[in-house]
């Protein structure tokens, strides 16, 4: 499940998991490390990902069909946490960045969510604060389109949602 910020996709997510119960990954678990955050990465589309370790974690951990484990990365305190993780045949990634076509060949189901820039803002604002949604409207909004657009995301998606 891939789409804008705010447009509802870690709720989706979520739900479609607790009806499922299968597995649940976020593509923001894997943005990168301020120091590998260089100029030449970020002006890549996509490129704010640690899409080496995602697929080598996470695409190569679900192609498996084992039991496997990941490192999640939290971009407000700089951590890795081990995330310990049961073989399912429903797996679930979501967030912005999970359509790269580095991995189109292992996504058997892509949405896209979409919301209209003024219900985004209103979103991110409630959900992060009113200092975090300019890091959003400055950088990370920005850089989302750019990827979208680069790689027609919402194109090659089999469902779009809008909310």
């Not at 695409?59 to 399912?88: E, L, P, Q, R």
């Not at 009113?130 to 469902?159: C, Q, R, V």
Request: glycine share 8%; hydrophobic share 30%.
């Amino acid at each position: 499940i891939d789409g804008n910020s705010g447009a509802g996709k870690s709720t989706l997510a979520a739900q479609i998991v607790k009806e499922s119960g299968g597995n649940l990954f976020h593509t923001d678990d894997y943005f990168l490390p301020s120091h590998l955050r260089t100029e030449d990465r970020l002006n890549t589309p996509g490129g704010n990902v640690d899409y080496d370790r995602f697929n080598n974690e996470i695409i190569n951990g679900i192609s498996c069909c084992k039991d496997f484990s990941y490192k999640a990365y939290s971009c407000s305190d700089g951590t890795f946490s081990v995330i310990n993780v049961k073989s399912s045949p429903i797996n679930i990634i979501e967030g912005s960045y999970s359509h790269h076509p580095l991995w189109n060949d292992k996504i058997d189901i892509k949405v896209f969510m979409s919301i209209d820039y003024d219900a985004q803002i209103m979103r991110i604002r409630k959900r992060n604060g009113e200092e975090m949604l300019s890091n959003f409207t400055n950088k990370w909004i920005p850089l989302e389109n750019t990827y979208f657009e680069h790689y027609d995301i919402a194109g090659n998606s089999d469902i779009t949602v809008f909310s």
